[in-house]
Each structure stands twice: as C-alpha cells, then as structure tokens.
C-alpha cells in the first residue's frame, strides 16, 4: 500500500496562489460542495496544491436542500413549497435558477448519471421513483414510478445518461428496471454498499460489503452478466468509474484507504489517505474526486495524474451553523 502525505506539496502548493495574486486573476473552480445538513453550497477555488473554499453562495429563498451534480456546474436543490430546480453556477458564483416542475418536491437522495445529464430523485414518504432526463437545459421526467411495485425498497441508484438504462439497489440486491417491464435481479449480496454507472452507460459496478468485493455489471441491454473484479477490500464503501471507464476508484472509510482496480485484470493498487474517504464525489477535474467535506474541517481530495496519486487537502473555513453560534 502506497502512503500519502502532503508534506512534500506544501511548499509546491505556495506557487499557483502567488502566480494568481501577481497577475490579479481570478483562480480557476474546481468542484462545488454542499453541505448535508444545511442548505450550504460553496465552491471550491484554485488548483491541487493550494486549494480554498469560497464563502456560501447566496441559494434561492426557501431552499432546504442542495445536492451538487458532479463534475458540472450546476446544482438540483429543493425549495420547501416551492417547485425542485436546476441552480446554475458560472466561475463559483450562482447564476440563475431554473424551477422543474412535476419533479418530486423533496427526495430521501438522488443518483446523478455519469454526465449528470440524467438524474434518479427517490422518496419513502410518498413511495415514488423518478427518472429526469435532458439535464440541465431542458430537464423533464421520464419515468415516474410507484416504487412499491420494484421487489424491494431502493437504498441506491444508478443510471446512463439518455435516462434509458436504470439499475435500482437495495441492502441485499441490485435490479435492472426495463422501462415497461419486470424488475430483473443483477446482483444479490448481503450488503450492497454503493452502485454507479460506467462512463458509456452500458454497464455498472457495484459495491458489496460483506466479502469486500467490487462487481462489473454487463449486457444491461442484452445478456445481463455479474463480473467480480477483486474481493477482500477491507470496509469497502463509494465506488465510482475512473472518466476513460478503465479503472474504478473504491473508498474504503474503515481503513483509511483508496483503492483503483483496472476493469480488465482486477489488479488493485491501494492508497491510504489521512481520513476515512467516506465520499467519492467526481469533481471538475477528470479523476479527481471530494472524499471528505466535514462542515467545519478540512476537506479532502483524491486525484490521479496519470500514475501519481494523492490526496490534498482544502483549508477549513466556519461552516453556517458555527459562524451564527459566534454572534
């Protein structure tokens, strides 16, 4: 196992800040992040190496929840009474907001697609499943569905990017949902930990926890065949797909790992980090992605270059909560 540390970037991590304060340019976005238990989003500004969080971003009245669509700059948050939007960002900063209506008023969590143009909104409360496609320009639901009618309650998702492909994953399964037909059975485990759709949006992997095994789903529009990539990762949780579909990245918060399995040969390469990755959140970056984002800590990010691996850290700023306890 490779150990990371961020030592030996530190004084590297001094050189884009001061090339950005000589020439007065503003630094670039790298990703979005939003809180998970307010209504918070900021973005995050700069390069690996000298990162920063920007202040909150102002949010539409009576949002209750943001949730950041990965690697795009864009955002879906809910509104109270108000009808579900689209946020618009441009450069870290909010740009407009674009109300979806029939689209589920609050949603227990969502599953983007890939290329996020394709979204999965889920709630218990009112027993509903829905697939909104054409994100983010023209966003409409595709498929509304009473979710008591898939063999058991959903806990995840996964989707391709025309809306075409749905995979639905409880604790102890994973289903192909056909549009019009029976849920079929992809997968059966005991703890289904984390599912996600591969880049071309004709297979899927999936995480299961009680033999640490990540699964390549294929033949999702043919011959539907489970594929074990690698077993006995250690307190495995997020899988996503690397943005070339080669690898997949697999966090592992027990023990402070990341780990990359190449889709062909299953060779694993594992990379310990200073928290536990409990998220693996694309960011704009190809292959970089938000493990930890604590309000109040240290954020974490993981990326690959190429072979080189890390992990770099965002500077804590007060979250919203703390910042209003100080008054």
């Known amino acids: ?45 700069g390069l690996p190496g000298a990162l920063r969080y920007s ?25 109270g009474d108000a009808a579900p939007a689209v946020l618009f960002l441009s450069s870290g900063s909010v740009d ?29 409360s009112t027993g509903r499943l829905q697939v909104l496609t054409g994100l983010p320009d023209a966003p409409r639901v595709s498929l509304d569905l009473d979710a008591s009618t898939l063999p058991e309650q959903p806990a995840a ?20 949902i056909p549009p019009g037909g029976a849920a079929q059975i992809a997968l059966s485990g005991e703890k289904i930990h984390s599912l996600a759709m591969m880049p071309d949006g004709k297979g899927a992997v999936a995480a299961e926890g009680a033999t640490g ?45 990341v780990s990359i399995v190449d889709v062909v040969t299953g060779a694993t390469q594992s990379f310990a980090v200073d928290v536990p990755p409990v998220a693996l959140d694309p960011l704009g ?14 954020g974490w990010i993981f990326l690959r270059n190429g072979s080189d691996a890390r992990a770099v850290f965002v500077p804590a700023v007060a979250s919203g909560a703390e910042r209003g306890s100080q008054r």
Do not use: C
């Open 1 to 45: 196992m490779t150990r990371i540390s961020v030592h030996r970037y530190f004084f590297l991590s001094l050189l884009p800040a001061l090339t950005w304060a000589a020439t007065g340019l503003t630094a670039p976005v790298t990703g979005y992040v939003a809180d998970s238990a307010t209504p918070e989003l900021r973005a995050i500004f």
């Open 55 to 79: 202040d909150p971003l102002p949010l539409p009245r009576g949002t209750t929840r943001v949730r950041v669509a990965p690697g795009r700059d864009f955002a879906w948050v809910e509104r």
């Open 96 to 124: 407009r907001v674009a109300p979806v209506e029939g689209a589920l008023a609050a949603a227990g969590w969502v599953a983007f697609s890939p290329g996020a143009t394709a979204v999965v909104l889920y709630s218990s």
């Open 157 to 176: 998702a996964a989707v391709s990017d025309d809306g075409n492909i749905l995979l639905a994953a409880s604790r102890s399964a994973v289903y192909l």
């Open 213 to 257: 095994s990540v699964y390549l789903l294929q033949g999702l529009t043919s011959a539907l065949v489970a594929r074990t990539l690698v077993s006995g990762l250690e307190g495995i949780g997020k899988v996503q797909p690397a943005w070339d579909g080669a690898t997949v990245f697999v966090a592992q918060p027990r023990a402070r790992t």
């Open 285 to 298: 970056i190809r292959d970089a992605f938000l493990i930890s984002s604590r309000p109040g800590e240290t």
